[in-house]
C-alpha cells in the first residue's frame, strides 16, 4: 500500500492583508464620521418616508417629551450676533469668552436669564442644568425673538457664503444658502405644543417649516 | 504566543526535544480583534446619524378671517387624538344643523398601511390612476422626468384631487401628526392644513372616545 502523504501544514494564517484593510477601513469610518456635538436632551423623531437630507445652515427648535422648548442655530457667526441683540434686548451681560463659548455650543433650552450660568457650565454637566426651557408664552416670549435675531443673522452669513461662492467661479444656488426652519419634536411630545412652536414661526411670516424625522420604507418607490 | 501556533502542527515528533526557534512572527489576533472592534463601531455609528427632514408648507397667517370659511369639496378631515384617528369626508354638520345625510358621523380608522393608506388611496384615486399613467409614460421613456414632477404637481392642484384638514385635540402626540402627514405625502396629496379644532367637532370627538 502506497503511503498517503498528509500534507503539514501550520494552521496559523498570514493575517496582514486582513489586517491591512481592516485598518484602512477603520481609517476611512473615522475620517468619514461626522460627530455631533453633545446635545442636552435626547429626542426621538418618528419616521417618515422623505429623503431629504437636513439642511447646513438652519435654525433648529427641539420640543422634548415634556414638551420643553430648545433653540439651536448652526452658524458659529450667526450664534454671536444673534446672542449679542439678545443680551442687549433683555440686559444680560455676558463678557467676550462668554460669546465664544456659546457660538460653540450646540442646543440650549434655557432663559435670557439662566443663561450665563448655563454657558460657564462644564459641557457634560449642561444636561444635568435644571430649566424650563426657552420661554414662548405672550407675557414672555423669549423663542420668538431669538428666532426673529437669529434668521437675519443667519441670513447674512449665509449671504456672506453665497458671495464667497460665487467669487469663487462655482455658480451656486441662493436657496442652499437661506437659512432652513426645522423643528424636531419628540414623538411623545404632546401636539399642542409643537402646534405652539409652529405658530411662533407663522407669527413671523416663516410658513415653510421642516419636521425631522428618521427615514423609513417608501411603499411609493421602492429601491 | 507565537509559538502555539507552531506547536499545534507538532504531533510527529515522537517526543523529540528540539531547541526552541525564535519565530519572527507576530501574533495579530489581539490587533485584529480591535480592529474589526473599531470598524464595526464605526459603521454603525457613521449610518444612523443621518436625519432627514419632511417639509410642510404652512398657510401664510392672516389677522382677521374674512367670512366664513370657505367652501370644502372633495375634502377628507381628520380628527386626531392620543394613537387614535377618525375622519369624515365633506362638509361638517352638527347635531343641530345637520345636511342632507343628517349630521356627520366619525368614522374610526388606524395608522396602519391596510387602515389609513387604503381610505387615502381610495379617495384620492383620481389623482393615483393619472399618477400611474405618468410612470408608465416616464418608464417607456416618452416623458421626461423634469416632465413628470411638473404634471405630478399640477394633478395635485386639481379640483378633483383630495384635500386634507387635519384637527388634533389636546392629547394627540406628535407622532400622531407626522404618522398622518406622512400617509398624506404617500398618496400624493398636495393640499394639507391643519386647523384649529371646532368646539362642536371636539364633542363629537369626546363623545366618540367614550365608546
Given at each position: 500500500?502506497?503511503?498517503?502523504?498528509?500534507?503539514?501544514?501550520?494552521?496559523?494564517?498570514?493575517?496582514?492583508?486582513?489586517v491591512?484593510?481592516?485598518f484602512?477601513?477603520?481609517?476611512f469610518?473615522?475620517l468619514?464620521?461626522?460627530?455631533?456635538?453633545?446635545?442636552?436632551?435626547?429626542?426621538?423623531t418618528p419616521s417618515?418616508?422623505?429623503?431629504?437630507?437636513?439642511?447646513?445652515?438652519?435654525?433648529?427648535?427641539?420640543?422634548?417629551?415634556?414638551?420643553?422648548v430648545?433653540?439651536?442655530?448652526t452658524?458659529?457667526?450667526?450664534?454671536k450676533?444673534?446672542?449679542?441683540?439678545?443680551?442687549?434686548?433683555?440686559?444680560?451681560?455676558?463678557?467676550?469668552?462668554q460669546?465664544?463659548?456659546?457660538s460653540l455650543?450646540?442646543?440650549?433650552?434655557?432663559?435670557?436669564?439662566?443663561l450665563?450660568?448655563y454657558i460657564?457650565?462644564p459641557?457634560d454637566?449642561?444636561?444635568?442644568f435644571k430649566t424650563?426651557g426657552?420661554?414662548?408664552?405672550?407675557?414672555?416670549?423669549?423663542?420668538?425673538?431669538?428666532?426673529s435675531?437669529g434668521?437675519?443673522?443667519?441670513l447674512?452669513?449665509g449671504?456672506t457664503?453665497?458671495?464667497?461662492?460665487?467669487?469663487?467661479?462655482?455658480?451656486?444656488?441662493?436657496?442652499?444658502?437661506?437659512?432652513k426652519f426645522?423643528?424636531?419634536?419628540?414623538g411623545?411630545?404632546?401636539y399642542?405644543k409643537?402646534?405652539?412652536?409652529?405658530?411662533?414661526?407663522?407669527?413671523l411670516?416663516?410658513?415653510?417649516?421642516n419636521f425631522?424625522?428618521s427615514?423609513?420604507?417608501?411603499?411609493?418607490n421602492?429601491? | 504566543?507565537?509559538?502555539i501556533?507552531?506547536s499545534?502542527?507538532?504531533?510527529?515528533?515522537?517526543?523529540?526535544?528540539?531547541a526552541?526557534k525564535?519565530s519572527?512572527?507576530?501574533?495579530?489576533?489581539p490587533?485584529?480583534?480591535l480592529?474589526?472592534?473599531?470598524?464595526?463601531?464605526?459603521?454603525?455609528t457613521?449610518?444612523?446619524?443621518?436625519?432627514?427632514?419632511?417639509?410642510l408648507?404652512?398657510?401664510?397667517?392672516?389677522?382677521k378671517p374674512?367670512?366664513?370659511?370657505?367652501?370644502?369639496?372633495?375634502?377628507?378631515t381628520?380628527?386626531?387624538s392620543?394613537?387614535?384617528?377618525f375622519?369624515?369626508t365633506?362638509?361638517?354638520?352638527?347635531a343641530?344643523?345637520p345636511?342632507?345625510?343628517?349630521?356627520?358621523?366619525?368614522?374610526?380608522?388606524?395608522?396602519?398601511a391596510?387602515?389609513?393608506r387604503?381610505v387615502?388611496?381610495?379617495?384620492?384615486?383620481?389623482v393615483?390612476?393619472?399618477?400611474?399613467?405618468?410612470?408608465k409614460?416616464?418608464?417607456?421613456?416618452q416623458?421626461a422626468?423634469?416632465t413628470?414632477?411638473r404634471?405630478?404637481e399640477?394633478?395635485?392642484?386639481?379640483?378633483?384631487a383630495?384635500?386634507?384638514?387635519?384637527?388634533?385635540?389636546?392629547?394627540a402626540?406628535?407622532?400622531n401628526?407626522?404618522?398622518l402627514?406622512?400617509?398624506?405625502?404617500?398618496?400624493?396629496?398636495?393640499?394639507i392644513?391643519?386647523?384649529?379644532?371646532?368646539?362642536?367637532?371636539?364633542?363629537?370627538l369626546?363623545?366618540?372616545?367614550?365608546?
Open positions: 500500500m502506497p503511503k498517503i502523504k498528509i500534507p503539514k501544514s501550520s494552521p496559523s494564517i498570514d493575517m496582514t492583508p486582513m491591512d484593510l481592516a484602512l477601513l477603520v481609517t469610518f473615522m468619514a464620521a461626522s460627530f455631533r456635538p453633545s446635545e442636552p436632551v435626547t429626542v426621538e417618515s418616508i422623505s429623503d431629504k437630507v437636513i439642511p447646513e445652515n438652519m435654525i433648529m427648535v427641539t420640543i422634548d417629551p415634556d414638551g420643553k430648545y433653540f439651536n442655530l452658524d458659529p457667526e450667526a450664534r450676533e444673534t446672542l449679542k441683540n439678545m443680551a442687549s434686548l433683555y440686559k444680560v451681560s455676558l463678557n467676550d469668552e460669546m465664544e463659548k456659546f455650543m450646540s442646543t440650549f433650552g434655557c432663559s435670557m436669564k439662566e450665563p450660568a460657564d457650565l459641557g454637566s449642561r444636561k444635568e424650563d426657552i420661554p414662548l408664552d405672550s407675557l414672555d416670549n423669549q423663542l420668538k425673538n431669538w428666532i435675531y434668521q437675519l443673522a443667519a447674512n452669513t449671504k457664503a453665497y458671495e464667497e461662492a460665487k467669487q469663487k467661479g462655482l455658480s451656486p444656488d441662493a436657496a442652499d444658502f437661506k437659512p426645522i423643528i424636531r419634536a419628540d411623545k411630545a404632546v399642542k409643537a402646534e405652539k412652536v409652529i405658530d411662533v414661526f407663522r407669527e411670516n416663516l410658513n415653510n417649516l425631522v424625522t427615514s423609513e420604507y417608501n411603499p411609493n421602492p429601491n | 504566543m507565537a509559538e501556533a507552531e499545534g502542527g507538532g504531533g510527529h515528533d515522537k517526543g523529540k526535544k528540539r526552541k525564535s519572527t512572527r507576530v501574533d495579530m489576533t490587533m485584529v480583534d480592529a474589526f472592534l473599531l470598524l464595526t463601531f464605526f459603521v454603525l457613521s449610518t444612523f446619524s443621518k436625519p432627514k427632514v419632511m417639509s408648507a404652512y398657510p401664510a397667517k392672516i389677522d374674512t367670512g366664513d370659511a370657505p367652501k370644502l369639496n372633495n375634502g377628507i381628520f380628527l386626531l392620543k394613537d387614535k384617528i375622519y369624515y365633506g362638509e361638517f354638520y352638527p343641530d344643523r345636511g342632507k345625510d343628517g349630521p356627520t358621523k366619525l368614522t374610526e380608522t388606524n395608522f396602519s391596510s387602515g389609513l387604503k387615502l388611496a381610495d379617495l384620492n384615486s383620481y393615483l390612476l393619472r399618477k400611474e399613467g405618468l410612470v409614460k416616464v418608464k417607456a421613456k416623458m422626468d423634469t413628470y414632477t404634471e405630478l399640477q394633478l395635485k392642484g386639481k379640483p378633483e383630495l384635500k386634507v384638514l387635519v384637527k388634533t385635540d389636546d392629547k402626540l406628535c407622532k401628526f407626522i404618522d402627514i406622512d400617509e398624506v405625502k404617500i398618496a400624493e396629496i398636495g393640499v392644513a391643519p386647523v384649529p379644532m371646532l368646539p362642536a367637532e371636539l364633542k363629537l369626546e363623545t366618540e372616545l367614550k365608546k
